[in-house]
């Protein structure tokens, strides 16, 4: 049966059958809970999620720049010992527990040398290089750090540069 655009009024509904009256307000009110718990709920959550994820990243800026001053004034101490390079590191990986993984060192430029480690415990390989940094100065150019088939160890070669 054809309807005219006219058919679609509040009379001519409730001159529809109950049966068909209900069947047509329970697909709207599905349609509408779809709608909301398919559509709005979720944007609304995730939208709730990012505010706290910027409120997060605005205090961590806030935070970093109160301490740039601090650490900016703070440059990291040379080498005072006058120890080369190459004996700085080997000592600090023979005390820092890494001197069985240490693999081989070479210069790589001047003031800086070349390591590579194999198998080293990577908790321990930060820690070291953290160390080297705060108390002999020297920092890490590059690395190139790959996990083995051990979980926890890793093969890592990096570049250090002194000063």
Do not use: C
């Not at 000592?91 to 390591?115: D, I, N, T």
Request: charge should be positive.
């Amino acid at each position: 049966m054809k309807r005219s655009p006219n058919s679609l009024s509040l009379d001519s509904f409730a001159a529809r059958p109950e049966r068909e009256r209900r069947l047509v307000l329970g697909g709207l009110a599905l349609a509408a809970a779809i709608l909301i718990f398919g559509v709005v709920i979720p944007l609304d959550r995730g939208v709730a999620h990012a505010h706290d994820r910027l409120a997060r990243k605005r205090a961590d800026l806030s935070w970093m720049q109160g301490v740039a001053p601090e650490l900016a004034s703070s440059a990291a101490p040379a080498a005072a010992s006058g120890e080369s390079l190459l004996v700085i590191i080997d000592r600090s990986a023979r005390e820092s527990g890494l001197a069985g993984a240490l693999a081989s060192s070479e210069p790589a430029g001047p003031g800086s040398l070349s390591v590579r480690l194999a198998k080293a415990p990577f908790d321990t390989l930060v820690g070291w290089l953290g160390r080297l940094a705060q108390q002999n100065g020297v920092s890490v150019e590059s690395a190139t750090i790959e996990k083995t088939d051990t979980p926890g160890l890793v093969s890592a070669a990096i570049v250090l540069h002194s000063g």
